[in-house]
């Protein structure tokens, strides 16, 4: 979280934040369990719904969560601090984020026997976070961080209707970027050598646009703080049943194009977080974790196991593609096909194998501080004099 203005005090850390902060690594890894698992080709169909589908809030509440922690000891009247904002940022998320696709693109270039790529090609990859499959999410929140200006200079005007409005924008971007027929047709026709082709490919990798109104939502809840609290404790329950009528439209559009025809990699690939019911379904599980996590009680062995996967999902986030290429591999040289029960085992197997990592990877950072510097952006505090 961003610090307060001089002379302010410190708000109450939020336990929500950190809670959600875990779901959502949980939602991420079930996901890509969910890549290994399609290929089977007699993949149930459910147990794609569950891997795929129900987790596709995952990566745009990572947005909420961020946006929140920023603006939430952030005086948006006062003056920024770009350069000491930036410099904090780039510690926190570009120096792990430069780390992590370096170790990602020796190893699997050791690995798979490809090398690593030449110069200008590396470039490229740390250009659109093509180092692993899960990095391209820092890039985003890079490109978020580099335009924090103007995202208090429209926080300090924004409010409901304008909030409205940019959501409406957001599903008329989102529809094009992702359905449009004129715009893939464009994209694909281009050719393989063209500079520009790159930039639409992977523009799911680095345009904010994409993600822009959950981001501000995130931001403008956080600025607006006691009201939100008023509005979770009194609409706490239609909260709660919006989240749940907003998971049975993603998945009853799920169902409803596999019916017409289209493959399970299909469905997935059409049934996703930027489609007007995901974009529906990611609103509504953002207030829903966070009210849940609020105003409901817990007891002490569950508050425990959220917060240590919460502490870890960073690290878990990073590192999880690691575990699963090891244990598909492994299920490859012994012949099995991942069948339902085994894609459950396989999850419990990766989110167990990256939390115990990122533990172990914590605790030794503690002895030797470079290793939490550079794999997660956590430095030692500074002792008072």
Same mark, same amino acid.
């Given at each position: 979280?961003?610090?307060?203005?001089?002379?302010?005090?410190?708000?109450?850390?939020?336990?929500?934040?950190?809670?959600?902060?875990?779901?959502?690594?949980?939602?991420?890894?079930g996901i890509h369990v969910g890549s290994?698992?399609? #290929?089977?080709?007699?993949?149930?169909?459910?147990?794609?719904? @569950?891997?795929?589908?129900?987790?596709?809030?995952?990566?745009?509440?990572?947005?909420?969560?961020?946006?929140?922690?920023?603006?939430?000891?952030?005086?948006?009247?006062?003056?920024?601090?770009?350069?000491?904002?930036?410099?904090?940022?780039?510690?926190?998320?570009?120096?792990?984020?430069?780390?992590?696709? @370096? $170790?990602?693109?020796?190893?699997?270039?050791?690995?798979?026997?490809? /090398?690593?790529?030449?110069?200008?090609?590396?470039?490229?990859?740390?250009?659109? /976070?093509?180092?692993?499959?899960?990095?391209? $999410?820092?890039?985003? =929140?890079?490109? $978020?961080?580099?335009?924090?200006?103007?995202?208090?200079?429209?926080?300090?005007? #924004?409010?409901?209707?304008?909030?409205?409005?940019? =959501?409406?924008?957001?599903?008329? $971007?989102?529809?094009?970027?992702?359905?449009?027929?004129?715009?893939?047709?464009?994209?694909?026709?281009?050719?393989?050598?063209?500079?520009?082709?790159?930039?639409?490919?992977?523009?799911?990798?680095?345009?904010?646009?994409?993600?822009?109104f959950i981001f501000m939502l995130g /931001?403008?809840?956080?600025?607006?703080?006691?009201?939100?609290?008023?509005?979770?404790?009194?609409?706490?329950?239609?909260?709660?049943?919006?989240?749940?009528?907003?998971?049975?439209?993603?998945?009853?559009?799920?169902?409803?194009?596999?019916?017409?025809?289209?493959?399970p990699m299909e469905a997935v690939n059409?049934?996703?977080?930027?489609?007007?019911?995901?974009?529906?379904?990611?609103?509504?599980?953002?207030?829903?974790?966070?009210?849940?996590?609020?105003?409901?009680?817990?007891?002490?062995?569950?508050?425990?196991?959220?917060?240590?996967?919460?502490?870890?999902?960073?690290?878990?986030?990073?590192?999880?593609?690691?575990?699963?290429?090891?244990?598909?591999?492994?299920?490859?040289?012994?012949?099995?096909?991942?069948?339902?029960?085994?894609?459950?085992?396989?999850?419990?197997?990766?989110?167990?194998?990256?939390?115990?990592?990122?533990?172990?990877?914590?605790?030794?950072?503690?002895?030797?501080?470079?290793?939490?510097?550079?794999?997660? /952006?956590?430095?030692?505090?500074?002792?008072?004099?």
């Amino acid at each position: 979280m961003e610090r307060q203005a001089p002379g302010q005090p410190r708000k109450p850390r939020l336990a929500a934040i950190e809670y959600i902060r875990g779901i959502s690594m949980m939602g991420v890894i079930g996901i890509h369990v969910g890549s290994q698992y399609l #290929m089977n080709p007699m993949a149930n169909l459910h147990m794609v719904a @569950l891997l795929e589908v129900a987790t596709r809030f995952s990566v745009p509440i990572f947005f909420f969560i961020s946006a929140f922690g920023l603006f939430y000891n952030l005086d948006i009247r006062e003056k920024f601090d770009y350069p000491a904002f930036l410099k904090r940022r780039w510690r926190a998320v570009l120096v792990p984020y430069l780390a992590w696709s @370096l $170790f990602y693109l020796a190893h699997d270039g050791w690995l798979y026997g490809v /090398g690593f790529p030449d110069p200008l090609h590396l470039l490229s990859i740390l250009f659109f /976070g093509n180092g692993k499959y899960q990095l391209y $999410f820092l890039v985003i =929140l890079l490109w $978020f961080y580099l335009l924090m200006p103007l995202w208090i200079r429209l926080m300090r005007v #924004m409010n409901w209707p304008w909030l409205i409005f940019l =959501l409406i924008m957001q599903v008329g $971007f989102d529809y094009w970027s992702s359905f449009s027929v004129p715009l893939n047709s464009f994209v694909y026709g281009l050719p393989d050598g063209s500079w520009l082709k790159p930039f639409f490919m992977y523009r799911l990798n680095y345009w904010v646009l994409h993600y822009v109104f959950i981001f501000m939502l995130g /931001g403008y809840l956080a600025v607006h703080m006691t009201s939100f609290l008023e509005f979770m404790q009194k609409w706490r329950y239609p909260i709660i049943g919006a989240f749940w009528l907003s998971l049975a439209a993603l998945l009853g559009y799920y169902y409803q194009v596999i019916n017409s025809g289209f493959t399970p990699m299909e469905a997935v690939n059409t049934a996703h977080q930027l489609c007007p019911a995901g974009i529906a379904y990611t609103i509504a599980a953002s207030l829903f974790f966070f009210a849940i996590f609020t105003y409901n009680d817990y007891p002490a062995w569950l508050k425990n196991a959220l917060h240590i996967l919460g502490k870890h999902s960073y690290f878990a986030y990073l590192v999880h593609p690691f575990f699963i290429g090891y244990l598909a591999l492994g299920l490859q040289h012994r012949g099995l096909i991942m069948t339902g029960g085994l894609a459950l085992a396989f999850y419990v197997a990766v989110l167990a194998l990256s939390i115990a990592a990122a533990a172990v990877m914590r605790r030794l950072g503690g002895v030797f501080p470079l290793v939490n510097e550079v794999t997660i /952006g956590v430095y030692p505090k500074k002792k008072l004099l």
